[in-house]
C-alpha cells in the first residue's frame, strides 16, 4: 500500500503561481512513476506531468515551459510547481503512482494504481 497526501492548492489569479507537494508513504519501494493528474468540472482526468523512477519526464502540451515536476525522494515528497498560471488551468489536481508500467514513459493513465485525495486550485481572470 502506498498512501498520498496532497497539499498547496488555492485561489490565485491569472498570472500567478503555486506549488503542489505530495506526502507518499508506505511500500515506497515498489513506485516506478509518480506524476500530477487534474480534472475539472466535466471534464475527463488528464495528464499534467509525470516522473518515473529512472526520471523520465513528461508535460502535457498545455503545460510545457510553465509548471515544473520534482521529487526529493529523502522527503518521500513529489512537487509540481506551476506558474503562469491561467484560467484553464483551473481543476482539481491529484497525485498518483504507479507500481507497474506498460509504458516506460509513465504515461498511460491506467497504470497508476494509487491516488491521493485531491487539492483544488483555483485561478482567477
Known amino acids: 500500500q502506498v498512501q498520498l497526501v496532497e497539499s498547496g492548492g488555492g485561489l490565485v489569479q491569472a498570472g500567478g503561481s503555486l506549488k503542489l507537494s505530495c506526502a507518499v508513504s508506505?511500500?515506497?519501494?515498489?513506485?516506478?512513476?509518480m506524476g500530477w493528474y487534474r480534472q475539472a468540472p466535466g471534464k475527463q482526468r488528464e495528464l499534467v506531468a509525470t516522473i518515473t523512477s529512472g526520471y523520465n519526464i513528461n508535460y502535457a502540451d498545455s503545460v510545457k515551459g510553465r509548471f515544473t515536476i520534482s521529487r526529493d525522494d529523502a522527503k518521500g515528497t513529489l512537487y509540481l510547481q506551476m506558474n503562469s498560471l491561467k484560467p484553464e488551468d483551473s481543476a482539481a489536481y491529484y497525485c498518483a503512482v504507479a507500481t507497474r508500467l506498460t509504458n516506460y514513459l509513465g504515461i498511460d493513465i491506467r497504470d497508476y494504481d494509487y491516488w491521493g485525495q485531491g487539492t483544488q486550485v483555483t485561478v482567477s481572470s
Open positions: 508506505g511500500r515506497t519501494f515498489s513506485i516506478n512513476a
